[in-house]
């Protein structure tokens, strides 16, 4: 569990949960490349950028 976005960016995997359910699974430059969903959302509204690994 991590609560900083700066963190999770360089895991290998990402596990998000909505109300106990999980909702999205892959790694977190697929997350943000899709373009939709929770994860993308908050590494967007947050200013962050893969690129800045």
């Not at 999770?8 to 990402?14: A, E, H």
């Not at 998000?16 to 994860?39: E, K, M, R």
């Amino acid at each position: 569990i991590a609560h900083r976005l700066d963190t999770v960016l360089d895991c290998d995997r990402i596990l998000v949960f909505d109300q106990g359910q999980l909702v999205q699974n892959d790694t977190p430059a697929a997350l943000v490349h899709a373009g939709t969903g929770i994860f993308f959302e908050l590494v967007t509204e947050g200013g962050y950028s893969l690129d800045k690994q």
